[in-house]
């Protein structure tokens, strides 16, 4: 039996794998202790699974040093940190941050904080399947730019960027790369020495871990990255982060990143098949389908669909037994389009008639199977209402077939 509704969200957030929560859950009670305490055993307990989690999140970076990776309350407050601590440490050197069009809210709302206050700030193009623009990138970097922000995976389509190139041109213009990572980590394979990353944000709700934790990994050498603190007090995190530690979401994210770092590779592989089989369910039986994103060049997990001839509102009311995303919901509550669909040229009736389908590790062939009946079984629904509405209109007067088209 199928349990109503199903999830296929996993974009959005991902649950906690119950091996993650089991050995969170004695942080909570027995070891409960300040990792900040050094007096006693209660503060060592804490301190000491505080740093095992570290290192198992470096492993899973390909990070030099445990002491690389900071811990932040989420991947927002480490693009805030990443973005606006750089500007600050390095604002005698220069005011120019590059970024680009698609880039998550986080990014893209500090770069427009940071503008206010005097920093000028790029945003890159990108093309139809929403890839950043290399040519326009090298062009855009000056003598006054101090960081490139751009993002590994896309939220939203899941185009994964060009990241060995940016790396590169990043390096040989000396300049910093902020790269955007909570879709990408736990969700491909990352390494930030093979990729010349300098910062990297990570979240743990998007990789099986629990909610409220995340990190920004802070390279220390060959450059060692400075940055200054958006949160005083204490001094935690070598200053970077002050605030008590979050000791259960550390050692949850610490296990969430070790169980991807042994499963990956038998993980990406089902969630491509389970992917395929999903996209095939569909286009097999459908016409007027669109796969948005990149052909190949994408999450492995992540499927974005539009329907032609179809109200996306209606489609998503239709769909309640499963629970998406749609191309208008891309910022929670409001019913603008994605800034994403925007920026790859998607006009409106299109990008609203789009469905994010965000397949995870625990789904099966049968859920899989299950949704992709009900999305053909709803769009062709719904295209037979519509093309009765409008036989219907037609027949009720002398209108144009064509602007009734356009209104329904
Ligand atoms: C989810 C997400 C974020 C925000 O992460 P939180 O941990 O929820 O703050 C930032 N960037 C991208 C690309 C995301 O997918």
New binding site residues.
Partial sequence: MLQIPLYFDN?ATTPVDPRVLEVMLPYFTEHFGNAASTTHAFGWKAREAVERARTQVAALLGARLPREIVFT?????A?NLAIKGVAAFYRNKGNHIITCATE?K??LDCCKRLEVQGCEVTYLPVDEHGLVDLVALEAAITQRTVLISL?AA??EIGTVQPLERIGALAKERGVLWHC?G??AVGKMALDVEALGIDLL?V????LYGP?GI?VLYVRSRQPRVRLEALLEGGGHERGLRSGTLNVPGIVGLGEACELYRVERQGEQERLARLRQRLYEGIVARLDGVWQNGHPQRHLPGCLHLSFAQVDGTALILALQDIALSSGSACTSGDDKLSHVLQAIGMDDERAAASLRFGLGRFHTEEEVDYVANRVVSEVERLRQVRGEALVEAVEQSSVNPVDVETHL
């Fill in positions: 974009l309350s989420g991947a927002t407050e693009d998550h986080a990014v993002m896309n939220n955007d909570a879709q944000s979240s743990g709700h998007k909610k995340g």
